[in-house]
Antibody, heavy 115, light 112 residues
Framework: EVQLLESGGGLVQPGGSMRLSCAAS????????MSWVRQAPGKVPECVST????????DYIDSVKGRFTISRDNSKNTLSLQMNSLRAEDTAVYYC????????WGQGTLVTVSS | DVVMTQSPLSLSVTLGQPASISCRSN???????????LNWIQQRPGQSPRRLIY???NRDSGVPDRFSGSGSGTDFTLKISRVEAEDVAVYYC?????????FGQGTRVEIK
């Protein structure tokens, strides 16, 4: 059974940093790209970033380029998202998602950016 | 960015009756590799999203066969043959052909 367990969310002040992690199990982690998708309260999901199987290729939406960094550790089956210079509009539930086509979603972790 | 437009945005359906959701993209979703990466996502109240259908018509594991997808190019449809209480959810179409991946506005399905 695929399991994706996110951690690291919480309350952070505008301009602050936060690192999200995702522990993946139940599938061969190195077989697939991975993604982070966020969903602001009452809004449509938004795929923030994707990373290739080996980690050598990454994509970001324009609003987070230069502020967010996606990475993966294939030896530990973990996916990470380093978020810097956080803004109020980054407030959302962040989901770790298997595959570049969003096959399976984790339970999500809430990130709140507020003073 | 590819714009995905769904209709209707809400649907009230009698139990056991069919439901249909339309999704249109403003660009072709046919990838250079040949596949069409149009998915349907279900989000039940208070739950994480879940993919139901991928590449237009393929059901994910565990998805009941009352859900079906169809379409091509820029026009796609999700059909529920007989709506059940557990189908109350918001349904999103999304495209994974072009970066960034984009979602429709969502269609809320409720029981009449």
């Amino acid at each position: 059974e695929v399991q994706l367990l996110e951690s690291g969310g919480g309350l952070v002040q505008p301009g602050g940093s936060m690192r999200l992690s995702c522990a993946a199990s139940g599938f061969t982690f190195t077989d697939l790209p991975m993604s982070w998708v966020r969903q602001a309260p009452g809004k449509v999901p938004e795929c923030v970033s994707t990373i290739s199987r080996s980690g050598d290729k990454t994509d970001y939406i324009d609003s987070v380029k230069g502020r967010f960094t996606i990475s993966r550790d294939n030896s530990k089956n973990t996916l990470s998202l380093q978020m810097n210079s956080l803004r109020a509009e980054d407030t959302a539930v962040y989901y770790c998602v298997k595959g570049g086509h969003l096959d399976n979603w984790g339970q999500g972790t809430l990130v709140t950016v507020s003073s | 960015d590819v714009v995905m437009t769904q209709s209707p945005l809400s649907l009230s359906v009698t139990l056991g009756q069919p439901a249909s959701i339309s999704c249109r993209s403003n660009q072709s979703l046919i990838h250079s590799y040949g596949g069409t990466y149009l998915n349907w996502i279900q989000q039940r109240p208070g739950q994480s999203p879940r993919r139901l259908i991928y590449q237009i018509f393929n059901r994910d594991s565990g998805v009941p066969d009352r859900f079906s997808g169809s379409g091509s190019g820029t026009d796609f449809t999700l059909k529920i043959s007989r709506v059940e209480a557990e189908d109350v959810a918001v349904y999103y179409c999304m495209q994974a052909t072009h970066w960034p991946l984009t979602f429709g506005q969502g269609t809320r399905v409720e029981i009449k």
